[in-house]
């Protein structure tokens, strides 16, 4: 059983960063694929970045530039670092992960999420 918990939501100022942690415990051996994903208010759920299991990484076009994803396997922690938010990225942030080698920003995805963290940017 695969556990995800995030923390480092918040309300900031356009402009400012956020840095989201995601801890992992549970049954991950082997390879695994990490993700967070978002969902806005009346929006559909969608990818904002993924880290495979080797560190390659992908994020959408939205938040290239932008943002970071990163992990710690020391620490056994997910890491969303959020520079120059918008308020168009006020949401749920949700972490994710996945058996596998290579994982897409597609929400179906995942099959192991955790319960959100809300980030809201006004």
């Known amino acids: 059983h695969v556990q995800l918990v995030e923390s480092g939501g918040g309300s900031v100022q356009a402009g400012d960063s956020l840095r989201l942690s995601c801890a992992l415990s549970g049954s991950i051996y082997g390879s695994y694929c990490f993700g967070w994903f978002r969902q806005g208010p009346g929006q559909e759920r969608e990818g904002v970045a993924v880290i495979a299991s080797g560190g390659t990484t992908n994020y959408a076009d939205s938040v290239k530039g932008r943002f970071t994803i990163s992990k710690d396997n020391t620490k056994n922690t997910l890491y969303l670092q959020m520079n120059s938010l918008k308020p168009e990225d006020t949401a749920m942030y949700y972490c994710?992960?996945?058996?596998?080698?290579?994982?897409?920003?597609?929400?179906?995805?995942?099959?192991?999420w955790g319960q959100g963290t809300q980030v809201t940017v006004s």
């Open positions: 994710a992960a996945r058996g596998g080698f290579w994982p897409t920003l597609r929400p179906v995805w995942p099959n192991h």
